[in-house]
């Protein structure tokens, strides 16, 4: 079995505490410019901003969420989704400036099931990605689990329409 060693990680998890409070709300509250460096935030908008993710996966790692603590996208409401969009497609602009990747991952992992870390607040991840370079699950498990057929998935989602 291969070992993958990430010791900067251990910062996080052993400083990390059930009643922290958000990260996102917190860092999203503006105070000022010195702040916003230290923070790591890189744009502001009306409904959203941008920061760099300070555990990041890869270098220019960064996430863009809304000031509002909003658990689902519905939740977020249709202005703050819009410059989501908006402000991640600056930002994919600015790491094929930055870093040349070979592509960009963005997503979002909505939900304690669905991998979230900062559960309750969603947010946008936005990295560069090179050839090369290796897909965290794909290294650990070289598996994928899909627990229903395509057609079971299809069938659900066309009733739900």
């Not at 291969?2 to 990260?23: E, G, M, N, T």
């Not at 790692?61 to 600056?90: C, D, F, N, Q």
Request: net charge negative; charged share 20%.
């Amino acid at each position: 079995m291969d070992h993958l060693f990430s010791p900067w990680r251990y910062r996080y998890v052993s400083a990390a505490k059930q009643d922290d409070a958000c990260i996102f709300c917190v860092k999203g509250a503006w105070v000022s410019e010195e702040v916003d460096r230290a923070n790591f935030v890189l744009a502001r908008g009306a409904h959203c901003f941008a920061l760099l993710n300070i555990y990041p996966y890869t270098g220019g790692h960064l996430m863009v969420a809304p000031y509002t603590h909003s658990a689902t996208l519905t939740a977020a409401g249709t202005e703050a989704l819009e410059e989501i969009i908006g402000m991640t497609a600056k930002f994919e602009a600015a790491l094929q400036r930055a870093y040349r990747p070979g592509g960009i991952n963005i997503g979002m992992n909505v939900g304690e099931a669905a991998g979230a870390g900062v559960v309750g607040h969603i947010h946008m991840h936005v990295l560069p990605r090179w050839f090369g370079d290796v897909n965290f699950m794909t290294t650990v498990a070289e598996t994928r689990v899909v627990p229903e057929s395509l057609e079971d998935a299809y069938a659900k989602l066309k009733a739900a329409l």
